[in-house]
């Protein structure tokens, strides 16, 4: 079947040899433009661009204009940095454009590869995202690519950790945005956190390319990316509001003990308001007003640990802390806590040391982040190995580009010892002969640990050499720059200077740098090639397999680029990580009954295969994982993407009302469904009451309540309505129709991020139970999905009643103490809001940082939070 298969690839190539093939008329196609292209005069490329916007608009297509822009861009990059696009980097261009994977080796030039599609997609004015594993390279391929793109027209922005908030939407609105993965996934959570539309930063994800995209979405996929802060960092709160509950009578609470759930009455409520009052905790005229969220979440918390839960029951004191008990077995469950400041709560009840604890601000995964552009692509030297995880959870496709010059480096087979003595006595005599063969060397290791082991031992013998680590980008670039000089010896981790070529001889640019006669630097420079190029180029030395044989290739492909001489090999020992665990024993085993000497090795292509085929499980292995990994955050982010949609909704609405108003409506039509058929059911009747009471702030003697159940539906939505809707136009009479409209925009906003928090905390302790879950033959996945489900409804239900809530209780007063000389015209009055500035148009212009003249504390934290 093997030799069919053999057969047919001779007659028909390659799937990857086809899809080149089909690249080659598009290819012939640019280079037949290039000799009218470069007739044009500078000031006519340029006007290319608008040429190209405009046929846009009218009626061609991306497809149609690709050979055009792309002669526009080879042309512009000969004038503006010396390059020309050779044909493989044209190919590698139509791949990108086409939301592929372009691997291409190392030295091949990918960065400007990249200027194809992105002009050419940047044509459509929605913003382009080229993301980078580091700052250093966003920075450095943002200046020398971006020259290409000013020449065109096209504006270009940078996005690094530095970057202030306010300049962020300035770089976002730029034609090319260059940054790292940590930035726009950030920028994009962060957004999702913003009050108002003009917070926000980021457009809409048109086309995106990932350089060293298997870094990116592969290695750096592993783990989610969350934002986070103590969910309370005063605990002060904690004791006051335990204080405060303690202090209750039983009439000023109602307990729901089958739900867990407990209530404060109005004469509840009215003691809380007291006491705050008497302790200028209460902030505005009610318990309800939105400022006082903080305090509402620590008082109904408080009274669950105080009420609900009991001392040696669900709970006990141990070493001064407080263990939750398991309620099936009766056992502690040692590490576990009560989430969203319950168990705070209960330390504050018991008087122990309050553990802060961190809360889930907001997350999601590389993965759900980069499926949100309509168009993805990416770039690397290695991608081929991991096709299947690319088309699997990207949906794309690996495309391997060829060389522009065939590749003349020499991979040897892996030497194994059985020792990694034996090993290293190896590596450090193989590095004494390169250097006085003039090659120059570059040692790949497995961790920063490895790299200083080995460090120490050249050290000893003398050798001088560079040590690489991931924390100084640019001085990494330098190192890397120059490791190509004859007799350099480098030690670097596998993943180390990303993004930067191995020139032979040196970098002549980094070496300029330092020189005080350039004519003599390039002579010696040129020298200096020759004399690497004789003793056989770069050679790679790597002291261990890792567990992927992308990292491997990536180690590889530091040598022979551009068709350059080079060498490179992997020496291994039995007591290596990948040989401990595949089989050491038995190749140990057959090492000394072979009669193996000490410093002897094992050479041959079989051991190769088997390492291989070990390094394919372990890979299968690490897919499963990040896979389930991203099988649980779908289930998030279907959840995710609906509440950042309805956020979206409340911040673009321009009439607020008609929101609440359907919310409104569909509170009470779920209360009024519960007040059907109470009969004689008083106890029924009572929670009824008291939810009325409660969520639409209404307060009905027991008589006006027998006459409201008694009523039509009707009469009942009427009666609510009024209520609802007078208490809005009592607002709207003090503080103006603007202001309350951003008042109940920004209630319903707050509220919904204060409980979106709560649920992700929820999830992330369903997440960790369900896994257990499994030792019952049930599939944690499933078990996930069908609760999470049932979380998600009990949310939305609580945002939804939780807001109207908010708005039937709340009450606002105005500040009675006017300017006299101030205007009595509406339009120019400055109202106040609880002694706070609401104004949304206030004649003198206040910093978010300076202080509200209202209560002294920073205006973001104060009236600039509601304006």
Known sequence: MLKNLNFLKKIFGSTNQRKISALNSTVEQINKLEESFIKLSDTELKSKTNEFKKRLQDKDTLDIILPEAFAAVREASKRVIGQRHFDVQLMGGIILHQGKISEMKTGEGKTLVATLPVYLNSLQEKGVHVVTVNDYLAKRDSEWMGQIYQFLGLSVGCLTANVQDEDREKIYNCDVVYGTNNEFAFDYLRDNMKLSLDEM??????????????????????????????????????????????????????????????????????????????????????????????????????????????????????????????????????????GDGLHQAIEAKEGVPIQSENQTFASTTYQNYFRLYKKLAGMTGTAITEAEEFYDIYRLDVVEVPTNVVMSRKDLNDQIFRTEKEKLNAIVQDIKEARNNKQPVLVGTTSIEKSEKISNILKQEGIKHSVLNAKQHEKEAEIIQLAGCPESVTIATNMAGRGTDIQLGGNLDVRLKNATDNESEKKLHKQDKEAVIQSGGLFVIGTERHESRRIDNQLRGRSGRQGDAGKTIFYLSLEDDLMRIFGSEKIDYMLQKLGFKEGESIDHPWINKALEKAQQKVEARNFDIRKTILQFDDVMSDQRRVIYEQRLDVMKTENIYSIVDNIFKEIIDNILLQSTHLEEDNERKENIKNKIERVCGIRMSDLDFKNFISSSKQKKVELLEKNFKSKRASRIDKITEINNQDIERKIFLQNLDFEWRNHLQYLEQLRQSVGLRGYGQKNPLDEYKRESFGLFQNLLDKIKENLILFLSNLEVSLDETKNKNEPTDKALEQNKIEGCLLSSNPKEKISRNEKCPATGKKFKHCCGSLV
């Open 201 to 338: 930063v980021q457009r809409d994800f048109h086309y995106c390319i990932v350089d060293e995209v298997d870094s990116i979405l592969i290695d750096e996929a592993r783990t989610p990316l969350i934002i986070s802060g103590p969910s309370e960092t005063d605990s002060s709160n904690y004791f006051v509001c335990n204080k405060l509950v303690q202090e209750l009578k039983a009439t000023d609470y109602q307990v729901d003990e089958k739900d867990k759930n407990i209530n404060l009455t109005d004469s509840g409520i009215d003691s809380v308001e007291s006491k705050l009052s008497k302790m200028k905790l209460l902030q505005g005229s009610n318990f309800y007003d939105p400022s006082n969220l903080s305090l509402v979440h620590h008082i109904n918390q408080s009274l669950k640990a105080n009420i609900l839960f009991i001392k040696d029951k669900d709970y006990i004191l141990r070493d001064n802390q407080v263990q939750i008990i398991d309620e099936f077995t009766g056992r502690v469950l040692e590490g576990r806590r009560y």
